[in-house]
């Protein structure tokens, strides 16, 4: 009886092995789909790094201009 009680209990139905299977895929589409986003996340934190560097370079050289106008203007 105890030999008929393990084999009922370690049976799995096609239905549900789907269901795992499918339980599986969408864990690793999910794991796929977060690390992406990280990554996308990193890149986009150092475009905005460079961004915010051209702007501070760009303000940096108007300002430049206009202090060397300015000393050249006052004697």
């Not at 009922?8 to 986003?37: I, N």
């Not at 790094?49 to 006052?74: C, K, N, S």
Request: net charge positive; hydrophobic share 45%; with cysteine.
């Amino acid at each position: 009886m105890t030999d008929m009680r393990s084999r009922a209990e370690t049976f799995a139905c096609a239905p549900g092995l789907r269901l795992e299977a499918h339980e599986r895929v969408s864990k690793l589409q999910y794991d796929g789909l977060t690390d992406r986003f990280r990554r996308l996340e990193a890149l986009m934190e150092r475009l905005e790094r460079r961004l915010w560097l051209a702007v501070y370079g760009v303000a940096g050289v108007i300002l430049a201009e206009a202090f060397q106008g300015f000393m050249q203007v006052t004697p």
